[in-house]
């Protein structure tokens, strides 16, 4: 997947790490509420192997670049695409959160929007 930074990003560089693949948008209010608990939560465990990939569902790469930037977001963004759409559908409802153990398997799906402890909890990470 393409990120807003203009980095590419393949799965086989997340193996080994739990990764949260979070769909938002910045018009949504629960999103722009949970990102601030994501990051928190990220900062907190991205040492032990936790990566995070938040991908709008239809905001253009400069809105989100500008998103992430005016919050000082340093984890992984992009935009929904075809490969994304194959392996995770196309959320319904946003926010919407899917968890993947370090050997790449879906462990969880959420809707909704995710606060600090449930992400200790469908991560594993304490």
Known sequence: MQLIDGRTVHSSELK?????VNFW????????KEKS?????????RARGFEVLT???????????AYM???????M?????????EVFGSPSKIPASFVMDKHGIITHSVSGQLHYM?????TGLN
């Open 16 to 20: 080994g790490k739990v990764v949260l």
């Open 25 to 32: 948008a910045t018009w949504c209010p629960y999103c722009r």
């Open 37 to 45: 608990v994501i990051n928190k939560f990220w900062l907190d465990h």
């Open 55 to 65: 991908v709008s569902v239809d905001d253009t790469p400069a809105q989100v670049a």
């Open 69 to 75: 930037q005016e919050h000082d977001y340093d984890f």
């Open 77 to 85: 963004a992009g935009i929904m695409n075809d490969q994304l759409r």
């Open 118 to 122: 449930r992400l200790k909890e469908l």
